[in-house]
């Protein structure tokens, strides 16, 4: 059974519905409803209880007519818990109501927020891609319709919720133009007013973009530069076609971003602050660990943007849990790429996140560059040994947790470097540069 609703870039309060109900009768059954990325809900039996599997209740899913979804839907999503504290992609063998109950328990494990904010906080279950999945994959398996949809609309939630940070101005809008194509399309209400648009905005585009003062757009009035403005000027560019083409069109843009099909975990890092800012400083800033396919992503949800990109072949990585430290501390992720050559001698850089879910990240991350090296060594045998495959080999980065350099022109590209406080290493283990209260290992300031 299932209720729907338009699109909804967050799940009103109103509507995070229990997620079991007991149902009435004299056999114990209970109901659990899971939250597809349209914001709709379907419900199913399970009447194992708390020994249901989340490989039982994904199959319960893909058998109701009115979804749609093939068999090998499982291949393809998974079922999340997810709070505004936690996500966790469930694996098959788990138990979903048995995470309910111990809700509480992995809050106090991997979150860091508060005790009152935590024991306010309710999960939900929601049918998302899997974390695991490529895109080599997916596009593959986005040839059933359903499957495809399904997938636009996550792809489409996330770029609302700013968690697809867009840095293209007109790939941005021309996102919107094609959501609102697909939602609003057969409407009269693009050809009325912006004010009236303005209502829509919500469903259609990142709250960054649909503020009128931003200056990255420069939209300082509500004239032809306005965010509404901007969209129906794209809206009225696309012909009119099937609602298959636009949901190709959308992901195709969407798939672009190397971030595109990231797992998300919460996380802090320390800002680099001086003078008079630096009274006034209130702690780490929040940020999202986002780790998808092609690579490791830092965003900061605040302010929509993305603060770091790294592919699989220009970094590595270690952690150290606050059990090393201090009971005080937080788990870190320490991240390692190379920086600028210094007086003609290679460099590393290291920025330190703070986060109680190190392990998952540790561990996803693991499952992503095994899959890399597998690869790398497959094209290496068809290619052969010779000379010129083992020079190419060396200069790939090391898919292992230990120190990496690399040459200028392959140093990462990042979009906000003045926010991070890194430390910068020679290629002989010295500090030759920091930013912030630089720590490693022993909790201390050099």
């Known amino acids: 059974m299932m209720s729907s609703d338009s699109p909804d870039p967050e799940w009103p309060t109103s509507r995070r519905k229990k997620a079991l109900n007991l149902k009435s009768g004299s056999d114990p059954v209970f109901r659990v409803c899971i939250y597809l990325q349209d914001s709709s809900c379907v419900c199913v039996d399970v009447l194992e209880g708390l020994k249901t599997t989340t490989a039982e209740v994904l199959a319960a899913i893909t058998t109701q007519e009115d979804i749609g979804l093939p068999s090998f839907a499982s291949q393809v999503f998974g079922i999340w818990a997810t709070s505004p504290l936690l996500e966790l992609q469930l694996k098959p063998q788990s138990c979903p109501l048995e995470v309910f109950r111990d809700w509480q328990i992995l809050l106090k494990r991997f979150s860091a927020s508060p005790e009152s904010i935590r024991l306010a906080d309710e999960p939900i279950l929601e049918l998302r891609r899997s974390a695991f999945l490529s895109l080599k994959e997916e596009e593959h398996f986005s040839k059933h319709s359903v499957v495809n949809k399904f997938l636009y609309l996550e792809a489409e939630r996330n770029f609302i919720r700013g968690r697809l940070p867009c840095s293209d101005p007109d790939v941005c809008t021309s996102l919107g133009a094609i959501s609102a194509k697909i939602h609003y399309g057969g409407q009269d209400i693009w050809t009325n007013t912006n004010e009236l648009i303005r209502s829509h905005l919500e469903h259609l ?45 959308y992901l195709e843009l969407s798939r672009f971003y190397p971030f595109y099909g990231s797992a998300y975990f919460h996380g802090q890092i320390e800002e680099p602050v001086s003078g008079i800012r630096a009274a006034f400083r209130t702690g780490d800033t929040k940020v999202l660990i986002a780790v998808s396919g092609k690579g490791l992503h830092v965003l900061d949800p605040e302010k929509e943007e993305l603060l770091i990109s790294l592919s699989y072949d220009s970094f590595s990585w270690d952690i150290v849990y606050a059990k090393d430290l201090s009971p005080d501390c937080l788990s870190s992720l320490y991240i390692v790429f190379p920086g600028p050559d210094v007086y003609g001698r290679r460099t590393v850089r290291i920025v330190q996140i703070f986060t109680k879910q190190v392990a998952m990240i540790d561990a996803l991350l693991s499952y992503w560059t095994t899959l890399h090296q597998d690869r790398i060594n497959r094209d290496e045998s068809d290619v052969g040994t010779s000379e010129s495959v083992t020079d190419s080999a060396d200069a790939l980065s090391p898919l292992t947790k230990k120190l990496i350099y690399r040459t200028p022109s392959e140093i990462p590209v990042f979009s906000k470097v003045d926010r991070l406080c890194l430390a910068t290493f020679d290629e ?6 920091k930013r912030g209260s630089w720590k490693l290992r022993t909790g201390v300031s050099d």
């Open 205 to 249: 585009l990142p709250r960054q973009l649909r503020q009128a003062s931003w200056s990255w757009f420069n939209f300082k009035s509500a004239g032809k530069n306005s965010p509404e403005a901007r969209l129906i000027e794209k809206y009225r560019e696309i012909p009119l076609t099937k609602e298959d083409r636009l949901v190709n069109k």
């Open 428 to 433: 002989d283990g010295n500090l030759i540069d």
